[in-house]
């Protein structure tokens, strides 16, 4: 083969290869790392059509604890992420693991527990129902996975100027998810703390007959904020930057909005979009 000719075949056959390798790039999922409360809700599979449809970017994602959420993102593991512990996510972004954060929607965290309330908690504050909880020592069933609920709970009983309860007896740490830790709470007849938009997930998979009733809710402590998080490519070089930053925008648009306040479930509005407060 002359020399021209088998050069401008190497040079044709390096294009081809670079050219499928583009298109196989191009096709790899978004990958974002989010919270079992965001999972077990519905509204994933939600907003993954509706992303899709309107950018063409097929997203996929892991449910974790948004602890274990933020380490997914430190090591490069994925390309965004969803969460709901404001203090950890400015950390994550501080500490240069994050392109920035940006506020998407929020519902409210509340507590639950048996309908007979042996603690006597409905109604008080969630600082005086927790102290109640204690004096009782009723059954408390914590999610104990360092997720933004569980991080919520922890704050609440240092707001209520009480020591976290982790030794005593009455005090259980399921170290599992949301609906887990509803399901251990009502077979222990126990009080826990849950975000609005699970509960009602688990209400209707009660078929409107849950073992835990809505104790406390509507204190200003128990609002639960949703933000999305781009990996930083300065600090994780093969993170899809473009697509991350498309979905965080996408997510904040009046679009993605509209897809988070339309959701329902059994009629019941799980979350309240706040991108243009």
């Known amino acids: 083969?002359?020399?021209?000719?088998?050069?401008?075949?190497?040079?044709?056959?390096?294009?081809?290869?670079f050219f499928a390798g583009s298109s196989l790039a191009a096709g790899e999922p978004l990958m974002m790392a989010t919270t079992t409360s965001t999972d077990d809700t519905g509204l994933l599979p939600?907003?993954?059509?509706?992303?899709?449809?309107?950018?063409g970017i097929e997203l996929k994602?892991?449910?974790?604890?948004?602890?274990?959420?933020?380490?997914?993102?430190?090591?490069?593991?994925?390309?965004v992420?969803?969460?709901?512990?404001?203090?950890?996510?400015?950390?994550?972004?501080?500490?240069?693991?994050?392109?920035?954060?940006?506020?998407?929607m929020y519902n409210d965290f509340i507590v639950v527990g048996p309908a007979e309330d042996p603690a006597k908690i409905k109604g008080k504050t969630a600082g005086e129902?927790?102290?109640?909880i204690a004096a009782a020592k009723a059954p408390f069933i914590s999610r104990g996975d360092d997720s933004g609920t569980?991080?919520?709970?922890?704050?609440?009983?240092?707001?209520?100027?009480?020591?976290?309860?982790?030794?005593?007896?009455?005090?259980?740490?399921a170290g599992q998810g949301m609906m887990a830790t509803l399901n251990m709470a009502g077979e222990r007849k126990g009080y826990t703390l849950v975000d609005r938009g699970t509960y009602i997930s688990y209400e209707d998979q009660a078929k409107g007959?849950?073992?835990?009733?809505?104790?406390?809710?509507?204190?200003k402590p128990l609002l639960n904020q949703y933000?999305?998080?781009?990996?930083?490519?300065?600090?994780?070089?093969?993170?899809?930057?473009?697509?991350?930053?498309?979905?965080a925008d996408w997510l904040a648009s009046p679009k993605g909005q509209k897809v988070v306040g339309d959701f329902t479930v059994k009629g019941k509005k799980l979350f309240t979009p706040n991108a243009a407060k």
């Open 46 to 55: 939600v907003l993954g059509e509706a992303f899709k449809k309107d950018t």
């Open 1 to 17: 083969m002359h020399a021209t000719m088998f050069v401008r075949l190497i040079l044709v056959l390096s294009l081809s290869l």
């Open 209 to 219: 007959k849950p073992a835990l009733a809505v104790l406390v809710e509507g204190d």
């Open 227 to 247: 933000s999305v998080i781009p990996v930083n490519p300065a600090k994780c070089e093969k993170v899809k930057v473009k697509e991350a930053v498309i979905f």
């Open 129 to 132: 129902a927790l102290a109640a």
């Open 150 to 173: 569980h991080k919520m709970e922890q704050s609440l009983w240092k707001g209520a100027g009480l020591a976290l309860p982790d030794k005593e007896t009455w005090y259980v740490s």
């Open 61 to 79: 994602w892991v449910a974790v604890g948004t602890g274990k959420a933020l380490e997914h993102g430190k090591n490069c593991d994925v390309d």
């Open 81 to 104: 992420l969803l969460v709901h512990a404001p203090a950890a996510e400015k950390k994550f972004v501080e500490e240069g693991n994050g392109t920035k954060r940006t506020e998407v």
